[in-house]
């Protein structure tokens, strides 16, 4: 095997939080989170000192910040979120990446491609932040969002889906003694609404991969299965999964 091809480092500079992977031939062999903050630079080039690779690649928000600064090439997130989603994914038709910031529902095409794809990077709606928020205003951990919600025997219908108009509904419903997990579940069910929305102008799916932090609450899962009636395949570390896509796409074209 050439060196080239020996490992890659793939880094995801989110907008709220950045994830380092390295892998190799038999998978990945680091992984590392932190909050991206106001000089997340500093802090990867500390955790990089301790990585070697023969190629590394940067995505998300910041990724041309990492460019000017490290020695790596960038790609889009939707392309390493695609490239992720034809190895943590096979079958899949549709990849679904909800981050802290945004959105995104992408057509997967064979061999790690991708065709149509919708973002929101524009409302915080149906984001991690938009739970991160009603989680607050709830008087809940973000952890604790989702087990609560799958709790309630019914969703109390919100009438607005803006954060801020939002944040404000929830306040005032439970101050009327409202029932937090049915408000909770509305929140979700809300949500995932947004996200099919999006997914509705791509071709259909019977089978949709979910990754980022989003993925690893357990009500949006259920709510996204249940707005866009198709099944939802949740990876191990969906966090992840744009940096492994991102350092997969680096053994790949070293390799070639």
Same mark, same amino acid.
């Given at each position: ?12 500079? %989110?907008?709220?939080?950045?994830? +380092? &992977? !390295? ?7 680091? =992984?590392? @989170? ?6 997340? /630079? ?5 955790? #990089? ?17 990492? $460019?000017?600064? *490290? ?11 695609? !490239?992720? =989603? ?8 549709? =990849? +679904? ?6 959105? $995104?529902? +992408?057509?997967?095409?064979?061999? %790690? ?19 991160? &928020? ?7 951990? *973000? ?6 919600? /799958? ?12 954060? @801020? ?14 029932? !937090?997990?049915? +408000?909770? #579940? %509305? ?33 949006? @899962? ?17 966090? #992840?999964?744009?940096? /492994?896509? =991102? ?10």
């Amino acid at each position: 095997m050439p060196p080239s091809a020996a490992s890659a480092i793939g880094i995801d500079l %989110g907008s709220r939080l950045t994830k +380092i &992977v !390295r892998v190799g031939p038999a998978g990945m062999t680091e =992984a590392q @989170v932190f909050d991206t903050g106001h000089d997340p /630079l500093a802090r990867l080039a500390e955790i #990089l000192e301790g990585l070697r690779a023969e190629t590394m690649v940067a995505t998300g928000y910041g990724r041309n910040l990492a $460019k000017d600064r *490290l020695p790596c090439r960038t790609v889009t997130e939707i392309r390493a979120c695609a !490239r992720a =989603a034809d190895r943590l994914g096979p079958g899949c038709q549709v =990849a +679904i990446d909800i981050g802290g910031q945004d959105s $995104k529902v +992408i057509e997967l095409v064979a061999g %790690g491609g991708f065709g149509r794809f919708e973002m929101n990077d524009r409302c915080a709606a149906g984001t991690g932040r938009f739970l991160e &928020v009603m989680a607050a205003a709830l008087g809940y951990t *973000l952890d604790e969002l989702g087990a609560e919600a /799958l709790r309630a025997d019914r969703p109390l219908e919100l009438s607005s889906q803006c954060t @801020v108009f939002a944040e404000s509904e929830v306040v005032s419903l439970v101050a009327r003694g409202e029932d !937090r997990r049915r +408000i909770a #579940l %509305g929140l979700h069910r809300a949500a995932a609404r947004r996200v099919a929305a999006m997914a509705s102008r791509v071709p259909a799916a019977r089978r949709a991969l979910f990754v980022g932090g989003v993925a690893r609450n357990p009500c949006m @899962v259920a709510a996204l299965g249940e707005e866009m009636a198709c099944e939802i395949i949740v990876p191990e570390r969906p966090e #992840l999964a744009v940096a /492994l896509g =991102a350092a997969w796409i680096g053994l790949d074209e070293s390799s070639a």
